[in-house]
């Protein structure tokens, strides 16, 4: 029983250290809003939560090679390690780049190339973290369901659905708008920002645009399971 305990407080804690984490990149895509020392300071919020995310996700490392690997868990191995060089990426350019933080550190020089590092890094994690999360989409509506009861309505379970691709068909559009394929593909080196764009519509287009790997990843996991399963019967 004791055991029981431990394991939901350990799952309640890597939730809400996810949940921050998912937070604080929404802050940090939008450095032209919070300024440069308070990009720098967020990102070393980040580290930190990041090197808890691994510690208390310890164990996934230790079963990397037992079992067997699913097409599921092979995408989802793949994202974490995308991920993790995404994160890489964005904490050695971040530490190069940095005026105020990591200013002490005895580093020089490359600024050009950290520059270029640091967008690539900044848009890719950014669609690999949503990806991420919608791969363990499952576990947040299971604690959902737990919350506010089973959904057995037929008709809320379709508005529901429809609101998850309306979501979806708007962050579509608001990436294709951002222009994130020029930033991950380095098409463009430089970030555009629209100052005149009002802040609310800025964290509502990124909401979607998170949203859209969200399903993208949940629905394609799903159809994996399915079609999988549909292969052994």
Do not use: C
Not at 43 to 72: D, E
């Amino acid at each position: 029983m004791g055991g029981m305990v431990q394991m939901k407080k350990k799952f309640i804690f890597q939730m809400v250290v996810d949940m921050i984490m998912t937070v604080l990149l929404l802050f940090l895509m939008a450095r032209q809003l919070t300024g440069e020392s308070a990009h720098e300071w967020l990102g070393a919020g980040m580290f930190l939560l990041w090197i808890a995310h691994h510690i208390l996700n310890r164990n996934w490392y230790s079963h990397l090679f037992k079992g067997k690997y699913t097409p599921v868990r092979i995408l989802q191995t793949v994202i974490n390690f995308a991920v993790l060089l995404s994160m890489l990426g964005l904490m050695v350019s971040g530490i190069l780049l940095s005026r105020e933080v990591f200013a002490f550190l005895p580093v020089s020089g490359g600024i050009a190339m950290a520059r270029q590092l640091h967008i690539l890094s900044a848009f890719w994690g950014y669609v690999l973290m949503a990806l991420h999360l919608g791969l363990h989409w499952n576990r947040i509506l299971g604690m959902a369901r737990k919350a506010a009861g089973s959904v057995t309505s037929g008709p809320l379970r379709i508005l529901l659905r429809a609101a998850a691709v309306l979501v979806a068909g708007y962050g579509l559009y608001a990436f294709l708008k951002n222009q994130f394929l020029s930033y991950m593909f380095l098409t463009t080196h430089f970030v555009f920002f629209d100052f005149e764009r009002p802040v609310l519509l800025f964290f509502t287009e990124y909401l979607a645009i998170m949203g859209l790997f969200v399903f993208l990843a949940h629905y394609a996991s799903r159809g994996i399971q399915k079609l999988n399963g549909g292969r052994k019967k």
